[in-house]
């Protein structure tokens, strides 16, 4: 099954102020593309209700086929705290906006929204300066369908942009995916714990996408190995693959996204931890039930050492370990009939 393509795109002539140029000096202040209220159908839904609620999306910058975790953050504190700010930004990082100077004010960003055979979105940016051929064209269809009195935001549909020959170029799935270090370092500032939402929050695409974006951090961490086993990916292509990012304390009894409340694990041994055939020592030993340890599988995993990631930040935390021993380890004898 191909990828297909969102029947509009938008479309965005950046400003000086949101490319963080102040007194006409760019690098003043932080780079990010504003997103029009009148687009917001175009991403993932999120919060009213949690405070600068956001999202990891995937998305391919202009110059190259790499998938880039980029940060989409709903700035709502008028409404669900206190302050003054109510609108969406997408933050440009190190890896989508080389050198800090990649995208230019008055240039012309046309982003593409793909959803693959297994229903993950992808985004793809174009960017088009003054100097392009086709500028003038895009600029002529913002003003007319602008969604703001400054016309610099359009959602444009993909048949009025068929003169792009770059749009029939796309193709998703190629390129490999990369996590700026702004990424990994704001993963840290992610709750281990999470407190209940409304149920507007519980939408199903912006679900999908952080449970994506947990374990593409979770295999960064564990450097695409099983914390038990340490082996490699078995089988990985495209979006399937054997190995999983396991929450210690579950997602949904109130477990974080914090990197702490994760483990790589080989499918079989995710399942099997989830179902209480294992739990974890505070020393980081696996545990096996002793009801379990008739599996030969399992009981050969018994007293063996995790393999810890590299980053003693995202070290299994232990209070997680301890729920899950009190909550989870013996589980499959309750569910037993």
Request: proline fraction near 4%; charge should be negative; hydrophobic fraction near 35%.
């Amino acid at each position: 099954m191909e990828n297909t393509f969102e029947s509009v795109a938008y479309l965005r002539k950046l400003n000086a102020q949101e490319l963080g140029y102040r007194n006409g000096k760019p690098g003043g202040a932080g780079r990010y593309f504003l997103v029009s209220k009148g687009a917001v159908s175009f991403f993932p839904p999120l919060s009213e209700i949690i405070v600068n609620d956001k999202v990891i999306l995937d998305i391919i910058p202009p110059f190259s086929d790499k998938v880039v975790l980029t940060k989409y953050v709903y700035h709502n504190d008028s409404i669900a705290g206190e302050g003054t700010r109510n609108e969406y930004r997408l933050y440009l990082n190190t890896e989508n906006d080389t050198d800090r100077d990649y995208f230019k004010p008055d240039d012309i960003v046309v982003i593409v929204k793909i959803l693959d055979a297994e229903n993950n979105f992808t985004y793809k940016m174009l960017r088009y300066s003054s100097t392009d051929d086709e500028y003038a064209k895009l600029d002529g269809l913002i003003s007319a369908a602008a969604l703001n009195t400054q016309k610099s935001h359009a959602l444009i549909t993909l048949k009025e942009l068929a003169f792009l020959d770059a749009i029939r170029k796309i193709h998703v799935g190629v390129g490999k995916k990369v996590i700026p270090k702004e990424i990994i370092e704001e993963a840290f500032d992610q709750p281990i714990e999470h407190a209940p939402v409304g149920e507007e929050d519980k939408n199903d695409t912006t679900r999908v996408i952080r449970s994506r974006s947990f374990r593409d951090l979770i295999m960064y961490f564990y450097e695409d190995r099983c914390a038990i086993t340490g082996k490699e990916l078995v089988i990985d292509y495209r979006f399937f693959s054997n190995l999983e990012a396991a929450h210690i304390l579950a997602r949904a009894s109130g477990g974080g996204s914090h990197p702490s409340n994760g483990m790589a694990l080989e499918r079989n041994l995710h399942w099997a931890f989830d179902k209480g055939f294992f739990t974890i020592t505070a020393e980081y030993k696996v545990e096996v039930h002793p009801d379990a340890m008739r599996i030969p599988y399992l009981k050969s995993k018994h007293g063996q050492s995790l393999l810890l990631p590299q980053d003693g930040r995202s070290k299994p935390n232990k209070e997680s370990i301890q729920w899950h021993r009190d909550n989870v380890f013996g589980l499959f004898l309750r569910a037993e009939i």
